[in-house]
């Protein structure tokens, strides 16, 4: 049932995400291609919950477009030279290796500044209260209170004297992906003008146990298919949870967070199931 809804979803996304990219400038052919592919998983958490709370599926497809975009300029930017140096995204080269680093830089601001186009447009929300709260909170989820700041500690923690603190690491997570995974989560809630707090939590939760099986991923990952005993963030001497916890440790942490996120939507019942599901499989993935 989630692979279908996911799968439903994120082509339902993508298409409504090309279609606002207008344009046969190399600039929209290289926003095209930064959107395109990945699970769509913080635009599912939007239309999902966006059904829980009785919003029409189509005006759900703006914020969700919204945030894919966001996610999308973060990665292009993350990948730059500058910061991650990655040559492959997806399987395929980064913006910045099949255009430039110039072209990467700009097809990142053109994103983020759509992302906030999707999210006011009056097809979406359907007040405008509600609209103003949307962009307001993306604006604090993306920014230096947000996701921003959260890339900024973990490239200074790179060069830091004393790896992170549990404390610490689930700070920078909380930022670099939790602020985004929260927006998401509470998108459909702001658009109805519910209570967002049941949402608030199940995404913080599902939030560090993503991130917690990310770190899974890249040890369990690399020593299966590389012969390596660790990933590429504790390879650096960077802290990461499971260096700080232990491999099974960790897992057990992320199966914690996984049960705490479920049982803040016990209120909602069965319709709840594709979010409770989701939840699950973050922390079921190998990739």
Request: aromatic fraction near 4%.
């Amino acid at each position: 049932m989630l692979r279908e809804a996911l799968s439903a979803d994120a082509d339902a996304i993508a298409d409504h995400l090309t279609r606002q990219i207008q344009g046969h400038a190399p600039l929209h052919d290289a926003m095209r291609y930064a959107v395109d592919g990945g699970k769509r998983l913080r635009g599912f958490m939007v239309t999902e919950t966006a059904r829980l709370c009785g919003i029409d599926p189509v005006r759900a497809l703006w914020p969700a477009a919204a945030i894919e975009a966001m996610h999308a300029y973060s990665l292009v930017h993350d990948d730059l030279p500058c910061i991650d140096n990655d040559a492959t995204r997806r399987g395929r080269a980064t913006v910045h290796v099949k255009w430039d680093e110039a072209m990467a830089v700009l097809v990142g601001d053109a994103l983020q500044s759509l992302s906030f186009e999707l999210a006011l447009h009056p097809a979406g929300a359907p007040t405008e209260a509600a609209r103003a709260e949307l962009g307001l909170r993306l604006a604090r989820a993306a920014g230096a209170s947000g996701m921003v700041i959260g890339q900024a500690s973990d490239i200074a923690a790179e060069t830091a004297a004393d790896p992170l603190t549990l404390d610490e690491i689930s700070d920078l997570q909380a930022g670099k992906t939790g602020a985004l995974f929260v927006w998401s989560a509470t998108a459909g809630a702001i658009m109805a003008q519910d209570d967002p707090t049941p949402f608030e939590a199940y995404a913080r939760d599902v939030g560090l146990a993503f991130q917690i099986q990310d770190d899974v991923i890249d040890v369990t990952g690399d020593s299966l298919s590389a012969g390596k005993a660790v990933g590429k963030d504790a390879a650096a001497g960077k802290a990461t949870f499971v260096s700080l916890l232990g491999l099974e440790a960790a897992r057990t942490r992320a199966a914690q967070l996984t049960e705490a996120a479920c049982d803040t939507l016990a209120s909602y019942g069965a319709r709840a199931d594709r979010l409770i599901a989701l939840a699950h499989y973050i922390v079921a993935r190998h990739h």
